[in-house]
């Protein structure tokens, strides 16, 4: 599980790389689970969350940019 404030230390670009990461590992998770062949179920949970603390610090920067 990703720290805010690690995160908070990453550049844009080093944030957007994370979010592709962290999407593509979703989609494998899914995938697995669909299959059965899911070994740590409470991964998923953490992707999903770490994805939308990426997406909220995004929206973040986004908005204090544009002030």
């Given at each position: 599980?990703?720290k805010?404030?690690?995160?908070?230390?990453?550049?844009?670009?080093?944030?957007?790389?994370e979010?592709?990461?962290?999407?593509?590992?979703?989609?494998?998770?899914?995938?697995?689970?669909?299959?059965?062949?899911?070994?740590?179920?409470?991964?998923?949970r953490?992707?999903?969350?770490?994805?939308?603390?990426?997406?909220?610090?995004?929206?973040?920067?986004?908005?204090?940019?544009?002030?």
């Amino acid at each position: 599980m990703t720290k805010a404030t690690d995160l908070r230390a990453k550049t844009d670009d080093q944030l957007s790389e994370e979010l592709g990461n962290l999407k593509r590992e979703a989609f494998n998770l899914r995938f697995q689970a669909a299959t059965s062949q899911l070994e740590k179920p409470s991964r998923v949970r953490e992707v999903r969350r770490d994805i939308a603390r990426i997406k909220t610090l995004q929206t973040e920067r986004n908005r204090s940019d544009a002030k």
